[in-house]
């Protein structure tokens, strides 16, 4: 079953601010994933972590794989109307191969 | 251009009756995945196959059924004995060379049952 804590569940921000979120596990996992999701759509792969206190952007997004490796963080900088959506993290577990964790969401909401 | 279909984008079956959901990638990844989402929650995987005509049960595979004939396609079949079908179906595929675990996900096939 699910087991990374992913928060803050939702978030509501004005234009231009910047935006945290977080995973937190008991388990170590050796990949971190961060996806945003648009209603109606698939996931789209945004960031993927391999390391232990690597940090790795991708445009105004940067995201850290948590030095005890059980968890991860994603902020996004300078926020804009296009930022609205659902972020997921997923972890994938050293021993099991290909099955990912995924936390349950931080649902992004951009006022102008 | 590379990528993963899902068809169709809305589906609707009366209770009882089966239902194929159809997923197809032309990344040339070895591996593919069935997840399911429900409001509010994570993706839940299903079913995995790493290989064709290999395939593994998720952590949710009561009621569903899989098959991999083919590199590129990997059908989902929710049974008449999945007690709550009704959800978003996620396709996914990533390659299983190397260290990367990146899974790429399809547009998904929204399935009601009434």
């Known amino acids: 079953g699910q087991q990374l804590n992913q928060s803050p569940q939702s978030m509501f921000i004005q234009e231009g601010e910047d935006v945290s979120m977080n995973c937190t596990s008991s388990?170590?996992?050796?990949?971190w994933l961060w996806y945003k999701q648009e209603p109606g759509e698939g996931p789209v792969l945004l960031i993927a972590l391999y390391k232990a206190g690597e940090l790795t952007s991708n445009g105004r997004l940067t995201a850290q794989f948590g030095i005890t490796r059980k968890d991860s963080f994603l902020n996004i900088s300078a926020s804009i109307p296009s930022d609205v959506g659902i972020y997921f993290c997923a972890g994938q577990l050293s021993a099991s191969w290909g099955k990912l964790q995924f936390g349950a969401g931080t649902q992004v909401v951009v006022t102008p | 251009d590379g990528g993963i279909t899902q068809s169709p984008k809305y589906l609707f079956r009366k209770e009882g009756q089966n239902v194929t959901l159809s997923c197809e990638q032309n990344?040339?990844?070895?591996?593919m995945y069935w997840y399911r989402q429900d409001p509010g929650q994570g993706l839940r995987l299903i079913y995995y196959s790493q290989i064709v005509n290999d395939f593994q049960k998720g952590d949710i595979a009561e009621g569903y059924s899989v098959s991999r004939e083919k590199k590129e396609s990997f059908p989902l079949t929710v049974t008449s004995a999945q007690k709550n079908p009704t959800a978003f179906y996620l396709c996914?595929?990533?390659?299983?060379?190397?260290?990367?675990?990146?899974?790429?996900f399809g547009p998904g096939t929204r399935l009601t049952v009434t």
């Open positions: 996914a595929s990533s390659p299983v060379e190397g260290l990367s675990y990146e899974q790429y």
């Open positions: 388990s170590i996992f050796n990949t």
């Open positions: 990344l040339n990844h070895d591996a």
